[in-house]
């Protein structure tokens, strides 16, 4: 009686062994399983170059969360990230969707600055002076240097522009 | 509560019951446990690189135009910043913090002559050497003497008006020897691939107009390449040490008087007393003339791609720059190439060797589909620069079929390093695993296996994640692998070395090399970034060149080419 007790104390096979095993087995597995490779998130996708209009460039002033864009002698910026000025409440808000040329360089934030008629030519800036003119350089340098050009303006009817 | 009670209770009466079963089995199991789980601590490392650095391995441009990927570039370069264009070369005397030249070819011969620096910058007075491997016997040349001859060289050829020379070698001290005196004596250099027949060879001496070749000598029919190359007027013939004694300096009897033939050891032992030890100054706003390579073609004999001065420097500091300041190549490194000069990436790895003062290793078989185990032997090299043909014929020949059930144990132990991110080291492990395949190479100290795969070579050679995983495990180096392609010298991209991620099907081509951009043209829909590789950047040629082969860009931002 008392042996084959023993031999049964002896066994292997007890639940508790089972339980260590499995445990250890476990432990093995994770740590020598296949990993798989660290990923990222994808980052957003790139803006699309594109050749905006005066009428096409309109929908880009900030409203409903689209993004903030404004033209400087034919180049589109994307000015979003500074949208607490150029988007919607924002000091430079008439700018939004515009081009911007002529208010930067005379520094005015006033309506009169923009062009009116969206179906014309673009401005040529022609009558400013040397002073107007620095002013506007300093302006697209700072642009350049801290926005994204997302596109071209062109005028309506421009061979470039493209056909709606 | 009774419930309750009587639940905790007949819960510990298990435990308890279970607890009882205790025996000799259990202790084994638990210290089993234990053990396994202490090695595993003990053996952790932390990877090579953080894992995100991999996981996106280059910047993308947030704007792109329609029918175009975004520009790729290193991350290194990020946009807005200058690509890298040259070596930065500080002329002694000038002042701290300027940034330096660009340099060219005469910077990268001057700064090997010169010797490796310390990382203050102060000179170690350790000079690499230059090894010509001829079968299982390697040649040795002290950096003077190699400039001796460039002396003795390119003094003669320009006495001889030379303003295209054309080498047709194989790789050789001499070959190297050449293309520096080209540098150096302003004329332009044409790398021809030795192995062409005699046509081929004077097909392409006609186009590039050479007035000078530089060939081994018998190893070519002079009379007909003569015959149809009228504007040849110099001959020099690279005798092989068995064949010095012969008389080469013959000259077909139809071309007498017009060509004029010398060899290469007469004319150096005759001037080489005359020539000097000295490096030749030059004037640092000079030009220094081209390089040209043969990029093959599938038909004909191959294309002329001219690589200026400036497009091979840039090429050299990106590959250079390439690797993390402990992987550069450094003055203890014995660079061996078993890939043709001819090529722009071995020359240009080859190239950044010298510069970085360490030694090289050039091998006279040298090409692009060559037997790997019978072209490293001769030399035990630190840094091994092969072709995508070699290394999969090696690995298809001799790896998969030489390895056995140890070295197969001790691969998938390997493997699972490489997945966290660790090289093994050479150890007892890698010992193992080298029993089979690698026994009879002589790589105990390689640490690096640079290799290139042309963008238009046969997709049967490009490697597999599981071929670079085994040649990291059976040679015990770490890979880096590169795409190449015409009109891009040194190469478009390279993967990281520290990139030891698997994945299904062939490898990735890493990231754009810091002297270059890539982006994708041509891609039939803006979902999928497919199209043909567009590489700008001043290591190429004429600022932007399109390859005729298609790309895409993973989600890692890794380079791959769609098949």
Sequence with gaps: MSSSDGAEVMSIATPINLVLLSLFVVTVYFQLRPKTPATLPRSPPPVVFRVFTPTTLLEFNGQDEKPVYLAVRGRVFDVTPGRNFYGPGGPYENFAGRDASRGLAHQSFDLEMLTEDLKGPLDDLKDLDADQLENLQGWEERFLEKYLVVGKLVAEGDPEAPKS | ?563
């Design chain 2, 1 to 563: 509560m009774d419930s309750n009670k009587s639940l905790l209770e007949s819960l510990d009466a298990v435990i308890a019951d279970a607890f009882a079963d205790w025996n000799i089995y259990s202790t084994l199991i638990t210290g089993g446990m234990v053990a396994f789980l202490v090695w595993s601590f003990v053996t952790s490392r932390d990877p090579d690189i953080h894992p995100f650095l991999l996981a996106r391995q280059s910047t993308a441009f947030p704007v792109r135009k329609s029918g175009e990927s975004a520009p790729y570039r290193s991350l290194e370069t990020p946009h807005g910043f200058p690509l890298r264009s040259g070596l930065n070369v500080k002329d002694p005397g000038a002042p701290k913090w300027t940034t330096g030249r660009k340099g060219d070819l005469r910077d990268v011969w001057r700064a090997a002559v010169r010797g490796a620096l310390d990382d203050e910058g102060k000179l170690t007075g350790k000079q690499g050497k230059i090894y010509t491997v001829l079968g299982r016997k390697a040649v040795e040349h002290s950096l003077d003497q190699v400039t001796q001859e460039i002396n003795v060289i390119g003094r003669f050829l320009q006495e001889a008006k030379t303003k295209t020379m054309a080498v047709c070698l194989t790789d050789s001290m001499e070959l190297l020897a050449a293309i520096f005196a080209g540098a150096f004596y302003g004329f332009k250099v044409v790398l021809i691939p030795h192995n062409l027949k005699a046509q081929d060879l004077s097909t392409l001496l006609q186009r590039a107009q050479a007035d000078t070749l530089i060939a081994e000598a018998g190893a070519l029919d002079l009379s007909l390449v003569a015959k149809n190359n009228r504007q040849l007027s110099q001959v020099v013939w690279v005798a092989k040490v068995g064949s010095r004694h012969m008389d080469w300096t013959e000259v077909p009897a139809d071309v007498k008087g017009s060509l004029d033939v010398t060899v290469w050891h007469d004319l150096v032992d005759e001037k080489r007393d005359l020539a000097g030890l000295e490096v030749p100054s030059w004037d640092a706003s000079s030009p220094s003339p081209s390089v040209t390579t043969v990029w093959p073609s599938a038909s004909g004999v191959g294309e002329f791609i001219e690589f200026q001065p400036e497009n091979l420097v840039a090429a050299i500091a990106g590959l250079l720059y390439s690797l993390p300041r402990n992987q550069r190549f450094h003055s203890n490194d014995l660079v061996l190439s078993i890939d043709s000069m001819s090529r722009s990436y071995p020359l240009c790895q080859i190239m950044a060797a010298i510069f970085a003062g360490a030694s090289v290793a050039l091998n006279s078989v040298a090409g692009e589909g060559v037997d790997f185990a019978l072209a490293t032997v001769g030399v035990s090299p630190t840094v091994i620069i092969a072709s995508s043909r070699t290394m999969s014929q090696y690995h298809d020949k001799f790896m998969e079929p030489h390895s056995g059930i140890i070295s197969s144990i001790a691969r998938w132990l390997q493997v699972r390093n490489l997945e966290a991110g660790v090289m093994p080291s050479h150890g007892l492990f890698s010992q193992l695993a080298n029993i089979g395949p690698t026994a009879e190479l002589s790589l105990d100290k390689l640490r690096l296996l640079c290799i290139s795969h042309r963008a238009d070579a046969d997709p049967q050679d490009r490697l597999t994640c599981g071929q670079l995983t085994d040649l990291r495990i059976f040679t015990g180096a770490r890979v880096v692998y590169a795409l190449t392609g015409p009109g891009v010298a040194g190469a478009i991209s390279q993967t990281n070395v520290y990139d030891y991620r698997r994945f299904l099907g062939p490898n990735h081509f890493g990231a754009p090399l810091s002297s270059v951009e890539v982006l994708l043209t041509d891609i039939p829909s803006d979902e999928k970034f497919e199209g043909k590789i567009t590489v700008s950047g001043p290591a190429v040629i004429s600022g932007t060149v399109i390859l005729p082969a298609r790309g895409h860009i993973r989600d890692d931002h890794t380079l791959e080419l769609v098949a």
